[in-house]
Structure formats: C-alpha cells, structure tokens
C-alpha cells in the first residue's frame, strides 16, 4: 500500500500523514512530535496575535528541525459589528452565567481585537515557514505570490468541488478535502446560504482526477483502515485531527479528553452555537441552551468571543458541559498516551511503516 506521488516529496515528509492543526488542543509539543516521526505536524495560530505566533513558530523550531506546518484562519473580520444581535446574545450568557455560578464581565463589541490572518503575513514571511495549511477561505493574490517567492508550500481546505477547484485555480499547491465527519471548523466558503455537508468518500470521488494537485483527506480518519481507504480513494495522504486530542501533549482539559475517547458515533453535532461558525463538536449543555434559546447567533468571530470567558473558565474548572469540544465522527477511535506512539501505531496499522 502507497499513497499516490506527490505529497510526501512537496511536503519533505516520511509518511504522508498529516496531523491536523486543532487550535486550543494542539502544541508545538505535538507537531515537533508527529513532524519528528516523519508526519508533518500543524501549528495552529487562527486568529492570533502577530507576537504569539512568533513565539509558537519559534517554540516548535526548537524543538524539531523538520518540516512542519503553521495553520491559519483566512476569514473576514466582520466590520458590520451588529450590535443589538450581539447585545441580545450577551443578555442571554450573562443571565446564563448568573445560573451557573459562572463570572461574567459585559463588553462593547467594539472593544474585542480581532486579529485577521494579513496582520499575521508579516511574521510568517520573517520565519521562513516552509508549509502554511489554511482555512474559511483563500488568502489574497499578493500574499500567495509574497508566500511562495518566500518558499512556502501552501495547503487549502475545501469542502466541496467548487472550492477545491477554486484554490487550485489560484494556485495553492495542495487541498486539504475536508468531509463533514471532521471534527472542528467547516472550512467552507464560496456559498454563505448553503453549507456544504458532503461526506469524505463522496468528496474524493468528486475531486479526484478533476483536481491536479494532491489531496489530503479529512475526516473521521482514525484507524490504518480508513487511512489505507482514502489511499485507495485516490488521496495523496490523510490528514487526522480528533485521534491526537487525548495525546499527553494535547492541551484539551481532562473532562474533554474523556467524553472523546467514550464517544459513540451519534454523539457530535454540527453546530454555529459557539462561535459563530458551524463546526463539529461533541454535544453539551453550552451547545444546547444556545440552540434552544431561538436568539440570533451573531457572525464568526464575534460569537466565539462572546462565548469565550465562558469557555475558559469551564476549563479552569474541568467542566465538560460548558467548553467547545470540538471533535469528529470518528472520534470514539481515540486512545491515550503519547503522540509519537499514536502517530507510530497508525504508520503500522496502515501499513506504511
Ligand atoms: C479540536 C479541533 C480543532 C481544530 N482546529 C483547526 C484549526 O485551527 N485549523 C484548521 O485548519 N483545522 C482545524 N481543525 C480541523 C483539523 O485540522 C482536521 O482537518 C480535522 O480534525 C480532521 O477530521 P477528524 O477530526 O475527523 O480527524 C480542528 C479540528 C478539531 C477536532
């Protein structure tokens, strides 16, 4: 069993597997790791300031000299801060958090920073980044063509055709298909009515021999059959998320590592509650009193940040029921214990190594 030609020599890899960036789970301790056992290994930075994705680039360089990938979101910054959606949705948290026993501080939608992925180009450039995977768009022509004088190898995420093969058209050099079992962010964007929710299998047989460049499959991947079945599908190489949430190096709180690894296959939900922006994740209360509240959700990134001091003090608390698990279909499939040994079972599973 080997995966089609061209991933594994673009991307200066072993293996052609890909561990997906998962911000607010993955490190640089986990993509040295996966990048260290011959995988590439993905930095998450979506959103981040331009001074902390300097410092986990340079955190992960310290600690492998291999290839890896920094991730980041490529959406609009919404400048039409609805404010009456956004004060409705804040009355709704805060009467919820007085419920809960949870703090809660009132904010000004004007006075969150949003920090968009061209405040972020400058210091990517400065780093050198070999591979930069991206998602909820395509960057503009002046920054693609600025990325690859510099020597970066760009992977886009599509979740259907069209956008597969707009990303292709504009000349990103690997496409991450992202099927609707995978846990996290849809990465979809032509249609803002529509979202597509095509699975994996039906995606690849959509894309392949359509699209030139190699494709990474998504979603639900999580044991050496279903990596030896997108193989055979026609990917170039998988790219796995969920599976490392419960590794040691994983930042996930213990309560989230656990509802993964007991997940039955019914247990994510698709849902734009949370942030703003559909994505899959297991069900909890947060997801459940949003939903059944009926109020308008206001727009990616907004929502993420009106929900996020809830989150992290349900972190701090090891509560379940009130963070973002955002995890996949096949998320059940995961196992404790160190990257490496994960990534190395998967290699032998799958009979690539
Ligand atoms: C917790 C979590 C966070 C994620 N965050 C990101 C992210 O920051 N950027 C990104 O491109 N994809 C993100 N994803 C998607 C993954 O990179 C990967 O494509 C997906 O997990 C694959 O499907 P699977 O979870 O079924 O393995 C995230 C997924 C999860 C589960």
């Known amino acids: 069993m080997s995966a089609t030609p061209g991933i594994t020599p673009l991307l200066q890899i072993t293996y052609p ?60 910054v919404p400048e039409q801060r609805a404010a009456v959606a956004f004060n409705k949705m804040q009355d709704f948290l805060e009467s919820t958090c007085r419920q809960e026993g949870f703090p809660f501080e009132r904010r000004t939608p004007e ?14 450039l400065a780093e050198k980044i070999p591979v930069l995977s991206f998602t909820f768009g395509c960057m503009n022509d002046e920054v693609i063509r600025a990325l690859k004088k510099n020597g970066t190898v760009l992977i886009g995420t599509a979740t259907c ?36 929710q095509i699975g994996l299998m039906s995606l690849l047989s959509a894309c392949r021999n359509v699209i030139q460049v190699p494709l990474l499959a998504a979603g639900g ?53 949370i942030s703003g922006r559909w994505a899959r994740g297991i069900n909890n209360k947060l997801i459940r009193l949003i939903t059944d509240s009926g109020i308008e959700i206001p727009d990616y990134t907004l929502q993420n940040s009106l929900t996020g001091p809830i989150r992290k003090h349900a972190q701090q608390i090891n509560d379940k029921e009130f963070v973002a698990m955002w995890a996949g ?16 079972q998967l290699i032998a599973a799958a009979g690539l190594g």
């Open 161 to 196: 055709l069209e956008e597969a093969q707009y990303l292709e058209s504009k000349g990103i050099d690997a496409i991450t298909l992202q099927g609707v079992e995978a846990g996290g962010h849809r990465g979809s964007f032509l249609s803002k009515a529509t979202l597509p």
């Open 329 to 344: 279909q096949s998320a059940g499939k995961s196992k404790k214990g160190s990257t490496t040994a994960i990534f190395h």
């Open 17 to 76: 597997v890909v561990q997906g960036a998962m911000l607010g789970v993955s490190t640089p301790e986990m993509a040295a790791a996966v990048s260290n056992a011959g995988g590439l290994g993905s930095l998450p930075v979506g959103g981040l300031s331009p001074d902390e994705v300097k410092k986990l680039i340079q955190a992960t360089k310290e600690k492998t000299a291999r290839t890896f990938a920094v991730n980041l979101f490529v959406h609009e």
């Open 221 to 273: 991947i999580a044991d050496g059959e279903s990596v030896k079945g997108a193989l055979i599908m026609g990917a170039s190489g998988v790219q796995i998320g969920t599976l490392f949430i419960p590794a040691d190096e994983s930042i996930a709180i213990p309560a989230y590592k656990e509802a993964v690894l007991n997940a039955r296959d019914v247990d994510t939900v698709l849902t734009k509650s």
């Open 111 to 124: 006075s969150l920073k949003l920090y968009s992925y061209l405040d972020q180009v400058e210091v990517l």
